[in-house]
């Protein structure tokens, strides 16, 4: 994601000639930022990264030109800054609280109001962080406030940027040494330690590295250096390489996929390509690229470069959310970039503009105190009402899953598609008390209740100390087995292997271990299954790799698995030869499977869409055909073990044409491709009676 960096009022543009060229690009960058998220399909276009060597450029020039001169006063740096910055930006997330609760399904409140109150005190890129949040394309499901995290990396560098350059003017004073050559040399060595650091996070945990602070500092810092160590050169070189660095820039989004390559060695590109076009700044050249980024449309954008940036993200995303599109077209993004422009130049006329007028160029401490003050309560008029009512959403949420505790007969689930006769064997687990489709009319409110149905998950999933994040950082591949049932005397040992999709089921096949007396382990990680591969290719083949050696080592009486792969496109359901093949592993070492075929997947939030259109509504229900092939084809597939066992619950996850998302009055999803954990504990009776018939040794 792509961040605007607010003007810079510390350095007037009539003192500074070359500050058009400066402007100019902001508002070249800016603009490629709004076009690749409309038009470029989640691209980066790598323009934060021509925004962070600007603002570090501006920013560090404005700081160290007052610490020479004796004049350079945190207070009224820190009040100037907000002045600049909080006004809009408060606007812009008030706008954003009040649409989620307004346009939005109830479920996606808190997430939403969380990040307004993180991006009002500038930590949303940490919040994504600590929530496993990756940069997306923009969709339906994807966050207004996402965009956020680019400013608030900014706004902590307007933090603390002031507090070190004083420091170092004072230190540099009593030493009686320039300031400039010893900052100069505190940015390089913070700067090359930030590269390095983000060269190492990139190759080990990517979507982190995005967002972290501490890895997107040296693009500030290559731009401190600018403007401590101007570039020298003959004005025909500096004119040359600006035409070139204009390259670069341009070309960055379209040749690099910076989503998944940056903030690494690739991020050189765009940077490389703003330090040239500023080095080249204010070049007598007249045939320099001055009266390109001199073009009144640019112009115009680097004026409303910061309120258009706050405003275009989340008029496409409330745009996708009330349309229900998963993508925006020509047509939608052309009018999302309209009302954008529209939104931004009048949050600049109305609210920005007003307030930079208000507050003098000068500022006494009282009047910095003041202007602190008055930042300070506009921040809170958004932040404290957010999280009241965040709170209360909390309450009324923690109310809704306990419901899920005492649910009545009328909650019949998978039962429901059941015969009317409870069926039992010996071995088998008993069916709930018969309850058919006639015992359990769908008058009764849907359980879990779609605002609370994301947080219906096993409590394996909920505990991660259990389940590994997908990912490659540290210890990516330690393959960690957590004991779910664990009897004196157990019977039988059985094992629940690979991703989400798999250890849904934990809370089902632990019920069917205590009535068996099992002993139950689960080794389990986010969005992996288990595949083997002879030369592994990425963290999931790796920590699968490790995974079939420690359950040969193991020896379960059975290894439960997801047979099948669906998908929520127009792909048809599949089998992955790759896991055939550890299959196959674990059958030359005695070790059965037991597969589960998958269930469907879909392109939208089944509970959202019950919240919206009600749980008969068409546009929330999927055609069976198109998630599933007629006949499960893990039982017919080339290679497949004897041993093997296959369970197919599709019948009792979808009706003969359709897949509701509702069954028995019973949310059958908490999620577009996980069940809840409720539905699958009606499931388990069902689960009970296929394993006894297709895995009977474990009875």
């Known amino acids: 994601m792509n961040a605007a960096v607010p003007s810079a009022p510390l350095v007037p543009t009539t003192t500074r000639p070359h500050l058009t060229e400066v402007h100019g690009l902001r508002g070249l960058a800016l603009l490629l930022v709004v076009l690749f998220h409309l038009f470029g399909g989640g691209r980066v276009s790598g323009g934060v990264d021509v925004f962070l060597v600007i603002s570090g450029f501006l920013v560090t020039g404005a700081l160290v030109r007052r610490a020479e001169s004796s004049s350079l006063r945190l207070g009224a740096v820190y009040a100037r800054n907000l002045a600049r910055l909080a006004p809009s930006a408060l606007v812009v997330l008030g706008a954003v609280a009040v649409a989620a609760w307004a346009l939005m399904p109830s479920a996606r409140w808190l997430d939403v109001w969380r990040q307004v109150v993180a991006s009002a005190l500038y930590v949303e890129n940490w919040d994504l962080i600590s929530n496993s949040l990756a940069y997306g394309a923009a969709g339906p499901s994807a966050s207004p406030l996402q965009h956020f995290w680019s400013l608030s990396v900014q706004g902590q560098f307007l933090l603390g940027w002031p507090l070190v350059v004083l420091v170092v003017a004072w230190l540099c004073r009593r030493a009686r040494v320039p300031v400039r050559r010893r900052l100069a040399l505190v940015v390089a060595v913070a700067s090359a330690a930030s590269f390095g650091y983000a060269l190492y996070l990139t190759g080990v945990l990517q979507p982190v590295a995005y967002f972290h602070t501490a890895t997107r500092f040296w693009e500030l810092g290559v731009g401190a250096l600018l403007a401590l160590v101007p570039l020298r050169g003959a004005a025909v070189l500096r004119t040359v390489g600006a035409w070139a660095g204009l390259g670069l820039v341009v070309s960055s989004g379209f040749l690099l996929d ?162 009317q006769e409870p069926r039992t064997a010996p071995g088998r687990l008993s069916a709930p008390a018969g309850v058919t489709v006639d015992e359990a009319p769908d008058t009764a409110p849907v359980r879990p209740d779609p605002e609370v149905a994301k947080h219906d998950r096993p409590e394996t999933d909920v505990d991660k100390t259990c389940i590994q994040e997908h990912g490659d950082g540290p210890g990516f591949d330690e393959v960690r087995m957590c004991t779910l049932h664990d009897p004196a005397d157990p019977t039988r040992t ?61 020896d379960p009486d059975a290894v439960f698995v997801t047979g099948t792969h669906t998908y929520e496109d127009d792909r048809p359901e599949a089998v992955l030869p790759a896991e055939v093949a550890a299959w196959q592993q674990l059958d030359a070492a005695g070790v059965p499977v037991v597969t589960i075929r998958d269930n469907p997947r879909f392109a939208w939030s089944p509970p959202n869409c019950v919240e919206a259109h009600g749980r008969d509504g068409a546009r929330c229900v999927v055609d069976r055909s198109d998630v599933f092939v007629k006949r499960n084809p893990v039982k017919a597939y080339p290679g497949m073990p004897e041993s093997a066992g296959h369970v197919d619950l599709s019948d009792l996850i979808c009706e003969p044409r359709s897949c509701p998302p509702v069954i028995g009055n019973v949310m059958v999803y908490r999620d577009g491709s996980h069940l809840s954990a409720t539905y699958v504990r009606t499931l388990t009776p069902a689960l009970g009676e296929a394993v006894h018939k297709v895995a009977p040794w474990l009875y």
């Not at 470069?305 to 020509?330: K, M, T």
């Not at 809370?507 to 990680?525: C, E, F, H, S, Y």
């Not at 290719?537 to 040969?552: E, G, H, P, Y």
Request: hydrophobic share 50%; glycine share 10%.
């Open 258 to 419: 910076g989503g998944t390559l940056f903030p690494g060695v690739w991020t050189l590109w765009p940077v490389i390509g703003a330090l040239l076009v500023l080095a080249g700044a204010g070049t007598p050249a007249s045939w320099g690229p001055r009266r390109v980024l001199d073009l009144a449309p640019l112009r115009f954008l680097a004026g409303i470069s910061y309120e258009l940036y706050l405003w275009h993200w989340p008029v496409l995303i409330f745009y996708l959310a009330v349309r229900g599109f998963p993508a925006v077209g020509w047509r939608g993004a052309t009018m999302v970039l309209a009302v954008s422009v529209l939104l931004a130049w009048a949050t600049r006329q109305v609210v920005a503009r007003p307030v930079g007028l208000a507050v003098p160029r000068t500022l006494t401490r009282p009047r910095a105190a003041v202007a602190l003050l008055a930042a300070g309560v506009a921040t809170a008029l958004v932040v404290v009402p957010t999280a009241a009512a965040s709170i209360g959403v909390q309450t009324r949420e923690a109310a809704k899953l306990e419901q899920l505790e005492h649910l009545g007969a009328e909650y019949a689930g998978a039962d429901a598609l059941r015969a």
């Open 494 to 554: 059985v094992l629940i292997a690979g991703g989400s999709h798999t250890y849904q089921w934990a809370p089902a096949i632990t019920r069917m271990g205590q009535d068996n007396g099992w002993r139950v382990l689960l080794a389990g990680k986010g969005q992996c299954r288990m595949r083997y591969e002879p030369v592994p290719t990425d963290d999931c083949a790796l920590w699968s790799a490790n995974l079939i050696a420690d359950t040969v080592e193991l």
